[in-house]
Protein backbone atom coordinates (compact mmCIF):
# COMPACT_ATOMS: atom_id res chain seq x y z
CA UNK A 1 0.00 0.00 0.00
CA UNK A 2 1.37 3.42 -0.88
CA UNK A 3 1.85 5.59 2.06
CA UNK A 4 3.26 9.28 2.38
CA UNK A 5 3.79 10.46 6.00
CA UNK A 6 4.43 14.05 6.90
CA UNK A 7 5.96 15.58 10.29
CA UNK A 8 7.30 18.62 11.31
CA UNK A 9 5.10 20.40 11.59
CA UNK A 10 3.48 22.99 14.30
CA UNK A 11 3.61 26.96 15.43
CA UNK A 12 6.45 28.77 14.57
CA UNK A 13 6.63 32.45 15.46
CA UNK A 14 6.93 34.91 12.35
CA UNK A 15 10.91 35.01 10.73
CA UNK A 16 11.61 31.32 12.23
CA UNK A 17 12.00 27.99 10.65
CA UNK A 18 10.36 24.65 10.51
CA UNK A 19 11.28 21.62 8.15
CA UNK A 20 9.15 19.48 7.60
CA UNK A 21 9.68 15.30 6.42
CA UNK A 22 7.53 13.20 4.11
CA UNK A 23 8.51 9.42 5.06
CA UNK A 24 7.51 7.07 1.32
CA UNK A 25 6.50 3.50 1.65
CA UNK A 26 4.83 0.88 -0.95
CA UNK A 27 6.70 1.94 -3.74
CA UNK A 28 10.05 2.81 -5.27
CA UNK A 29 10.44 6.25 -4.11
CA UNK A 30 13.73 7.14 -6.17
CA UNK A 31 11.76 6.18 -9.25
CA UNK A 32 9.40 9.52 -8.93
CA UNK A 33 9.21 13.24 -9.03
CA UNK A 34 8.31 14.93 -5.80
CA UNK A 35 6.06 17.53 -4.84
CA UNK A 36 4.95 19.56 -1.97
CA UNK A 37 2.03 21.68 -2.22
CA UNK A 38 -0.08 23.85 0.40
CA UNK A 39 -3.68 24.57 1.19
CA UNK A 40 -3.88 27.93 3.13
CA UNK A 41 -7.60 27.47 6.04
CA UNK A 42 -10.53 27.69 3.55
CA UNK A 43 -8.83 28.59 0.34
CA UNK A 44 -7.78 26.60 -2.72
CA UNK A 45 -3.95 24.43 -3.61
CA UNK A 46 -1.22 25.83 -3.84
CA UNK A 47 2.05 24.65 -5.68
CA UNK A 48 4.85 24.88 -3.78
CA UNK A 49 8.25 22.94 -5.07
CA UNK A 50 9.26 19.68 -6.71
CA UNK A 51 11.95 17.81 -7.49
CA UNK A 52 12.98 15.39 -9.56
CA UNK A 53 14.10 11.60 -8.97
CA UNK A 54 18.08 12.22 -8.17
CA UNK A 55 17.42 15.59 -6.68
CA UNK A 56 19.50 17.20 -9.62
CA UNK A 57 16.34 19.22 -10.89
CA UNK A 58 14.53 21.46 -8.34
CA UNK A 59 12.01 24.16 -9.06
CA UNK A 60 10.16 26.51 -6.34
CA UNK A 61 7.26 28.83 -6.78
CA UNK A 62 8.11 32.33 -6.77
CA UNK A 63 6.88 33.48 -3.51
CA UNK A 64 8.82 31.08 -1.85
CA UNK A 65 12.33 31.27 -3.63
CA UNK A 66 15.06 31.96 -1.39
CA UNK A 67 13.11 31.29 2.00
CA UNK A 68 12.38 27.14 1.04
CA UNK A 69 14.80 24.35 0.45
CA UNK A 70 12.99 20.71 -0.83
CA UNK A 71 15.76 17.73 -0.72
CA UNK A 72 15.34 13.88 -0.91
CA UNK A 73 17.19 11.07 0.62
CA UNK A 74 16.31 7.78 -1.26
CA UNK A 75 17.94 5.53 0.60
CA UNK A 76 15.41 6.66 3.33
CA UNK A 77 12.58 7.18 1.33
CA UNK A 78 12.10 10.20 2.69
CA UNK A 79 11.39 14.01 1.50
CA UNK A 80 12.33 17.53 2.68
CA UNK A 81 11.25 21.15 3.58
CA UNK A 82 13.29 23.34 5.33
CA UNK A 83 11.35 26.32 5.70
CA UNK A 84 12.99 29.40 6.98
CA UNK A 85 11.81 33.23 7.00
CA UNK A 86 8.40 32.56 7.99
CA UNK A 87 5.50 34.58 7.05
CA UNK A 88 1.84 34.71 8.14
CA UNK A 89 0.98 33.84 4.54
CA UNK A 90 2.88 30.96 5.13
CA UNK A 91 0.45 29.39 7.65
CA UNK A 92 -1.65 26.17 5.77
CA UNK A 93 -1.48 22.47 5.63
CA UNK A 94 1.65 20.98 3.70
CA UNK A 95 1.10 18.05 1.21
CA UNK A 96 3.77 15.84 0.16
CA UNK A 97 3.35 14.50 -3.19
CA UNK A 98 4.36 11.81 -6.04
CA UNK A 99 4.14 12.40 -9.29
CA UNK A 100 1.77 15.99 -9.14
CA UNK A 101 1.20 16.35 -12.83
CA UNK A 102 0.96 12.30 -13.54
CA UNK A 103 -1.14 9.67 -13.94
CA UNK A 104 0.34 8.38 -10.52
CA UNK A 105 -0.54 11.46 -8.46
CA UNK A 106 -0.45 10.31 -4.75
CA UNK A 107 -0.92 12.66 -1.80
CA UNK A 108 -0.11 12.22 1.86
CA UNK A 109 -2.47 13.77 4.50
CA UNK A 110 -0.32 16.61 4.86
CA UNK A 111 1.36 18.47 8.01
CA UNK A 112 -0.18 21.74 9.40
CA UNK A 113 2.22 24.85 9.54
CA UNK A 114 0.94 27.89 11.27
CA UNK A 115 3.23 31.22 11.46
CA UNK A 116 1.67 33.71 14.52
CA UNK A 117 3.15 35.46 17.27
CA UNK B 1 -5.94 35.19 -8.37
CA UNK B 2 -5.68 31.83 -9.88
CA UNK B 3 -4.12 31.72 -13.39
CA UNK B 4 -6.85 29.07 -14.04
CA UNK B 5 -10.24 30.16 -13.76
CA UNK B 6 -13.30 27.49 -12.53
CA UNK B 7 -16.85 28.58 -11.65
CA UNK B 8 -16.82 28.71 -7.65
CA UNK B 9 -19.67 26.78 -7.35
CA UNK B 10 -21.97 23.84 -9.25
CA UNK B 11 -24.84 21.67 -8.24
CA UNK B 12 -27.13 19.44 -9.24
CA UNK B 13 -29.97 16.90 -8.01
CA UNK B 14 -29.09 12.90 -7.46
CA UNK B 15 -28.43 11.24 -10.47
CA UNK B 16 -28.17 15.02 -12.80
CA UNK B 17 -24.96 15.57 -15.60
CA UNK B 18 -22.85 18.95 -13.62
CA UNK B 19 -20.43 20.19 -15.95
CA UNK B 20 -17.03 22.01 -14.39
CA UNK B 21 -15.06 23.97 -16.80
CA UNK B 22 -11.21 25.57 -16.42
CA UNK B 23 -9.97 28.39 -18.80
CA UNK B 24 -6.26 29.33 -19.16
CA UNK B 25 -4.13 30.21 -21.74
CA UNK B 26 -1.67 28.89 -24.74
CA UNK B 27 1.36 28.56 -21.59
CA UNK B 28 -0.62 26.03 -19.80
CA UNK B 29 -3.68 24.84 -20.55
CA UNK B 30 -2.94 25.23 -24.63
CA UNK B 31 0.05 23.35 -24.98
CA UNK B 32 0.28 21.11 -21.47
CA UNK B 33 -1.66 18.02 -20.04
CA UNK B 34 -4.46 18.94 -17.63
CA UNK B 35 -4.95 16.94 -13.95
CA UNK B 36 -8.24 17.10 -12.13
CA UNK B 37 -7.71 16.04 -7.92
CA UNK B 38 -10.87 15.89 -5.87
CA UNK B 39 -10.93 16.58 -2.60
CA UNK B 40 -13.91 15.84 -0.07
CA UNK B 41 -14.15 17.36 3.00
CA UNK B 42 -11.89 17.29 5.48
CA UNK B 43 -9.57 15.04 3.07
CA UNK B 44 -6.60 15.75 0.92
CA UNK B 45 -7.16 15.64 -2.23
CA UNK B 46 -7.21 12.84 -4.67
CA UNK B 47 -5.99 12.24 -8.50
CA UNK B 48 -9.47 12.11 -10.33
CA UNK B 49 -8.44 12.53 -14.31
CA UNK B 50 -4.91 12.81 -15.35
CA UNK B 51 -3.33 13.83 -18.80
CA UNK B 52 -6.88 15.67 -20.09
CA UNK B 53 -9.24 12.58 -20.02
CA UNK B 54 -7.54 9.28 -18.59
CA UNK B 55 -9.47 7.54 -14.86
CA UNK B 56 -6.99 6.17 -12.83
CA UNK B 57 -8.14 2.93 -11.66
CA UNK B 58 -10.58 3.15 -8.96
CA UNK B 59 -12.43 6.05 -10.91
CA UNK B 60 -15.50 5.21 -11.61
CA UNK B 61 -16.64 5.83 -15.01
CA UNK B 62 -19.04 8.37 -14.60
CA UNK B 63 -16.53 11.35 -14.19
CA UNK B 64 -15.01 12.16 -17.56
CA UNK B 65 -12.62 14.80 -18.66
CA UNK B 66 -11.62 17.23 -21.98
CA UNK B 67 -9.82 19.90 -23.15
CA UNK B 68 -10.05 22.14 -26.09
CA UNK B 69 -7.66 24.70 -27.06
CA UNK B 70 -7.14 26.81 -23.64
CA UNK B 71 -9.83 24.86 -22.08
CA UNK B 72 -10.89 21.75 -20.08
CA UNK B 73 -14.12 20.57 -18.88
CA UNK B 74 -15.01 18.05 -16.02
CA UNK B 75 -18.27 16.19 -16.12
CA UNK B 76 -19.80 14.03 -13.12
CA UNK B 77 -22.98 12.66 -15.02
CA UNK B 78 -25.01 10.57 -12.68
CA UNK B 79 -24.60 12.49 -9.60
CA UNK B 80 -24.14 10.85 -5.96
CA UNK B 81 -24.47 12.10 -3.03
CA UNK B 82 -20.72 11.18 -2.11
CA UNK B 83 -19.51 13.30 -4.78
CA UNK B 84 -19.89 17.00 -2.96
CA UNK B 85 -16.43 17.79 -2.28
CA UNK B 86 -14.22 20.67 -4.16
CA UNK B 87 -12.74 19.78 -7.40
CA UNK B 88 -9.59 21.24 -8.65
CA UNK B 89 -8.22 21.67 -12.49
CA UNK B 90 -4.12 22.01 -12.67
CA UNK B 91 -1.46 22.29 -14.92
CA UNK B 92 1.99 22.78 -15.60
CA UNK B 93 2.46 26.58 -16.92
CA UNK B 94 5.67 27.11 -18.90
CA UNK B 95 5.20 31.00 -18.56
CA UNK B 96 5.44 30.61 -14.77
CA UNK B 97 7.73 27.43 -14.47
CA UNK B 98 5.25 26.33 -11.81
CA UNK B 99 2.64 23.74 -11.78
CA UNK B 100 -0.81 26.10 -11.35
CA UNK B 101 -3.97 25.36 -9.83
CA UNK B 102 -7.43 26.51 -10.43
CA UNK B 103 -9.61 27.94 -7.88
CA UNK B 104 -11.26 25.20 -7.52
CA UNK B 105 -15.06 24.55 -7.55
CA UNK B 106 -17.06 23.25 -5.01
CA UNK B 107 -19.92 20.70 -5.90
CA UNK B 108 -23.23 20.60 -4.23
CA UNK B 109 -25.40 17.26 -4.23
CA UNK B 110 -29.01 19.11 -3.89
Known amino acids: EVQLVESGGGLVQPGGSLRLSCVAS????????MNWVRQAPGKGLEWVAN????????AYVDSVKGRFTTSRDNPQNSLYLQMNSLRAEDTGVYYC??????????WGQGSLVTVSS | QSVLTQPPSASGTPGQRVTISCSGS????????VNWYQQLPGAAPKLLIF???QRPSGVPDRFSGSKSGTSASLAISGLQSEDEADYYC???????????FGSGTKVTVL
Open chain 1, 97 to 106: VRDLSGGASY
Open chain 1, 26 to 33: GFTFRSYW
Open chain 1, 51 to 58: INQDGTQI
Open chain 2, 26 to 33: SSNIGSKT
Open chain 2, 51 to 53: TNA
Open chain 2, 90 to 100: AAWDDSLKSYV
